[in-house]
Nanobody, 115 residues
Framework: QVQLVESGGGLVQAGGSLRLSCAAS????????MGWYRQAPEKQRELVAT???????NYADSVKGRFTISRDNAKNTVYLQMNSLKREDTAVYYC?????????WGQGTQVTVSS
């Protein structure tokens, strides 16, 4: 059974930092591309950052220079370091793993940025 379990969300003041984690089980983690997505109230889910099995990264323009995605294949975990948080970063953050036709999502973790 595949599980992606996010953690690390919470309430933070604008300008602060959080680190999200996503622990994966039931997949051969090292071959999967991993990603973070977010969905704010009444908005569509959007890509935040992705990292390939080889370590290549991609970021949404809105988070470039502030967020960093990384992975630890030994721990089957992907991270999202979020710095200089803004109110508009408030959303539920979801972890996603993809490989060929395999596509899995976590349940999400809430991030709330207050002014």
């Amino acid at each position: 059974q595949v599980q992606l379990v996010e953690s690390g969300g919470g309430l933070v003041q604008a300008g602060g930092s959080l680190r999200l984690s996503c622990a994966a089980s039931g997949i051969i983690f090292r071959i999967f591309s991993m990603g973070w997505y977010r969905q704010a109230p009444e908005k569509q889910r959007e890509l935040v950052a992705t990292i390939t099995s080889g370590g290549g990264t991609n970021y949404a323009d809105s988070v470039k220079g502030r967020f960093t995605i990384s992975r630890d294949n030994a721990k089957n975990t992907v991270y999202l370091q979020m710095n200089s948080l803004k109110r508009e970063d408030t959303a539920v953050y979801y972890c996603r793993s993809t490989y060929l036709r395999y596509d899995y999502w976590g349940q999400g973790t809430q991030v709330t940025v207050s002014s």
